[in-house]
């Protein structure tokens, strides 16, 4: 009965490679988030979508790359991965707006080499 | 600019004693102020919210109050218990966005 699931819960990979983290909610919720949440605890805004229709994103370099191939699923493509890009990703759902509350999954720790 | 400030960075009480946090906010159009709850290894997890339309609001032993005129909110927690220990995040609504801006957290440690 996970409400927000998130694949994998690690990830440890070189420098220069492309990951992809997958995020599922069954919730019925028709917004998702991507969240960073760095070393010192840090949760910032990635990216949110509506509907698969992509509504804020935050200056993020274009190596992340969103995809939300329906209103249940949200990945996050990671290309040429850099050492700051370790962090822990958490994918977050809810019900029309961010004016109703967030679920977060468990997220994935993303250990850069 | 779009900005949450959330003191203290961490909070040690003893077990039974109340422990408060406060955060203040930039944007005077914010409508919402939910206050979330990390334990280590999870996800945040919401443990009490606020609309603007309201000063306080209160959920067993856990309150929020709020002060729009100050843009100003906080968080009481009363009869604090070991599994209150965590990390305690503020933020709120900016509305031209539609997007939530998290405080930077409180870790909050409950002394036996």
């Known amino acids: 009965d996970t409400a927000v699931s998130q694949t994998p819960k690690y990830l440890v990979t070189q420098m220069g490679n492309d990951k992809s983290i997958k995020c599922e909610q069954n919730?019925?919720?028709?917004?998702m988030y991507w969240y960073k949440q760095d070393s010192k605890k840090f949760l910032k805004i990635m990216f949110s979508y509506n509907n698969k229709e992509l509504i804020i994103n935050e200056t993020v370099p274009n190596r992340f790359s969103p995809k939300s191939p329906d209103k249940a699923h949200l990945n996050l493509h990671i290309n040429s991965l850099e050492l700051g890009d370790s962090a822990v990703y958490f994918c977050?759902?809810?019900?029309?707006?961010?004016?109703?509350?967030?679920?977060f999954g468990p997220g994935t720790r993303l250990t850069v080499l | 600019g779009e900005n949450v400030e959330q003191h203290p960075s961490t909070l040690s009480v003893q077990e039974g004693d109340s422990a408060v946090i406060k955060c203040t906010y930039s944007d005077s159009a914010s409508n919402y102020f939910p206050w979330y709850k990390q334990e280590l290894g999870k996800g945040p997890q919401l443990i009490i919210d606020i609309r603007s339309n309201v000063g306080e609001k209160k959920d067993q032993r856990i309150a929020v109050t709020l002060n729009k005129t100050a843009k100003h909110f906080s968080l009481h927690i009363t009869e604090t218990q070991p599994e209150d220990s965590a990390v305690y995040f503020c933020?709120?609504?900016?509305?031209?966005?539609?997007?939530?801006?998290f405080g930077k957290g409180t870790r909050l440690h409950i002394l036996p």
């Open positions: 919730l019925g919720h028709d917004t």
């Open positions: 977050a759902s809810s019900h029309s707006s961010s004016y109703n509350e967030q679920f």
């Open positions: 933020a709120a609504r900016f509305v031209r966005d539609d997007k939530i801006i």
